[in-house]
């Protein structure tokens, strides 16, 4: 499942909230993987690495297809190192219970500007751990990782 936890601080519908509390249950019960994503983090990517002062949800769509699409090219091609969502949940998920999964995308740019940049490994991992980068607002750096992949196309 990929699911978007609204922000309080950028809610306009009073039950967004209770919508999300009520989904945990389904999420926990139901999924075997939830790739997690959250409002605020996506406009901060919208506003600080793309530059797009007043984002709409289009956008923000926009944000989520690439990931989408990063998580999901490794099993949609062929070729000797593919794996699938199966494969993945069991390297990732150390308890049923812990599937929740977080992402990060490097590099973040849009199609009207994408221009092709010589980046190598380091910078796509260091971009890829980098709190602006993430899809979830929160300061991972004060936490720990259970476990991390990186996903290379």
């Known amino acids: 499942s990929y699911s978007i936890f609204p922000a309080l601080s950028m809610s306009q519908i009073v039950i967004e909230p209770y919508n999300s509390v009520l989904t945990m249950t389904h999420l926990i019960e139901n999924t075997d993987e939830t790739f997690c994503f959250d409002n605020v983090a996506l406009f901060n990517i919208l506003n600080k690495i793309l530059r797009i002062p007043s984002g709409n949800f289009n956008d923000i769509n926009q944000i989520i297809a690439q990931v989408m699409i990063g998580i999901t090219a490794c099993f949609r091609f062929p070729g000797q190192l593919n794996m699938d969502l199966r494969k993945l ?8 219970s812990l599937h929740f999964l977080m992402t990060s995308f490097s590099p973040l740019q849009t199609y009207q500007s994408a221009s092709y940049q010589n980046i190598n490994e380091h910078m796509l991992i260091k971009q890829m751990f980098d709190i602006n980068n993430q899809m979830l607002a929160f300061n991972s750096h004060q936490g720990k990782y259970l476990t991390a992949t990186g996903i290379f196309r």
Do not use: K
């Open 89 to 96: 949940a069991v390297n990732m998920i150390p308890f049923p």
